[in-house]
Structures are given as structure tokens and as C-alpha cells.
């Protein structure tokens, strides 16, 4: 049964097309955090995601999610880079399965790891399948993917499919944080012609050109994270250019 967020998430996807802003607790000091929240409430984000390649963990973590929650009323949601990146201070957390890892710890073991910790805190679960196309940049290298090769969109659509039918509520193709280019739209569009679930894309979005193509391709929601901390005024026009 969907929780309060994917709820939430699901309800707002009925409605326009959605944007996440990502904030690495590696690369944003707890001040610059709040401000990246704000600003993106203000351009018209729909969540703030928190996490990264690295392991932000503890008492850091949580305090990074209580003062982002001070600076806007987004909900929070983790994008765990870690087996113990959980705080009872956010909203939710994507609990992924990293698919075309050659480490099955990615795929499963992980999870189990952190399956109970996610039970006591509390934390909303939304089952994700994650993939990693080419460059993939530290995900993919972190994760020991199998990297997606841009021009093979099949191998997406096989593995997304396998996802939603794993049970797995939303798909995420990641091309990985400071990605040169974007997913490919012609994999975007492939892969929504054969799933029923909502698909997140994310790396490389860095204008509101690349974002609309990958709109028009399928795309349901948009991850960007690099843009916040580079040019915060073109965050603004990319979020304009999703939602129109």
C-alpha cells in the first residue's frame, strides 16, 4: 500500500510533471543546504531529495534534515548512498535496488541491511528500481554497475520492465552527478512504452532545452542536483520548461 508520500507524489503526477531537487551533504555546508531548499520551493520543486555517492551518516544527517525542514515544507526524501543513511527526520526514503550491479550487496544484501533500521525509524519506503547508464561518473563506479550503454535503450527497457514486475512502484535511470549528457531520450521513450510506473531520469540536466526533450520523450520526473550548487537562477527556468 502506498504511503503518504508516493501518495502524495502519485497525486501530484496526475497533474504535471515532477522535479526533485538533489543536495549532497558532501557538497553543501548545513547553511548553504537551507538556502539550495528554499530556493528550490521557490522555483517550484516538488521534493528535496538528501544523499549522494558517499556516506553522510548520523548526527550530521539528521541535523541537515531538520534544518532543511525549517527553509521549506517539500518533503524530504533520502537517496541513500549507504546501508545506514537513515534518519527518522525525513519524510521517506527510495528504497532502491541497484539492478545491473555485479555486487548482488547493491541489489539485495544492502537492502536487507538496512530493511529493519528503515522499520524502526519509521521512514516511508518507496520501492525504486536503479539503474545506471553510461558515464554512470562515482554511482557507477561506487556501485560496480554494468553500465547501461546510451545507445542500447533495450537493455533499459528489459531491466525496468523486470523492475515494476520485482514490485518495484517507480524506475529511476541515472546517468550519473556531473554527467556530460543527459539519458538519451530515445531510452526515455523506450522505456515508458513498457512500464505502467512512474520514471525518474536524472544526470547531466543542465538547461531547460535538455529537460524539455527528455519531457517529450516520457519522462515523469526530473532529478537535478549539480545546478543548485553552479547556477541557481537556471534551476528556475529548467523546473518552468518540466512543468510546461
Known amino acids: 500500500m502506498a504511503g503518504k508520500i508516493e501518495k502524495y507524489l502519485l497525486d501530484r503526477l496526475q497533474r504535471e510533471k515532477l522535479h526533485f531537487s538533489l543536495i549532497d551533504p558532501d557538497s553543501f555546508s548545513i547553511e548553504e ?10 522555483a517550484g520543486s516538488d521534493a528535496i531529495l538528501i544523499g549522494g555517492s558517499t556516506n553522510t551518516l548520523g548526527s ?6 531538520v534544518s532543511i525542514k525549517q527553509s521549506t515544507k517539500l518533503p524530504v526524501i533520502i537517496f541513500p548512498g549507504g546501508v545506514a543513511q537513515v534518519s527518522a527526520k525525513a519524510d521517506a526514503i527510495l528504497f532502491m535496488s541497484y539492478m545491473n550491479s555485479r ?4 541489489i539485495t544484501k544492502s537492502q536487507a541491511l538496512g530493511s529493519i533500521l528503515v522499520k524502526k525509524t519509521g521512514i516511508e519506503p518507496i520501492p525504486t528500481g536503479y539503474l545506471v547508464v553510461e558515464p554512470g561518473e562515482t554511482v557507477g563506479w561506487v556501485g560496480e554497475a554494468d553500465l547501461i550503454p546510451r545507445r542500447k535503450p533495450q537493455i533499459a527497457a528489459a531491466y525496468s520492465l523486470a523492475a515494476q514486475y520485482l514490485g518495484m512502484r ?4 541515472e546517468a550519473g ?15 515508458k512504452k513498457v512500464i505502467d510506473i512512474p520514471l525518474i531520469v536524472g ?7 535538455a529537460a524539455k526533450k527528455l519531457v517529450i520523450a516520457g519522462a515523469d520526473i526530473f532529478v537535478t542536483g549539480t545546478i543548485i550548487e553552479k547556477d541557481k537562477e537556471r534551476l528556475f527556468d ?7
Open 33 to 42: 543546504a537551507k538556502s539550495a531548499a528554499s530556493i528550490s520551493e521557490e
Open 60 to 65: 550530521y544527517l539528521d541535523n541537515l534534515i
Open 103 to 106: 555486487n548482488p550487496y547493491f
Open 170 to 173: 517507480f524506475v529511476y535511470l
Open 177 to 191: 552527478s556531473g554527467a556530460s549528457e543527459t539519458i538519451a531520450p530515445e531510452m526515455v521513450g523506450l522505456v
Open 203 to 209: 544526470g547531466g540536466i543542465r538547461s531547460p532545452e
Open 238 to 244: 529548467i523546473i518552468k520548461a518540466i512543468k510546461n
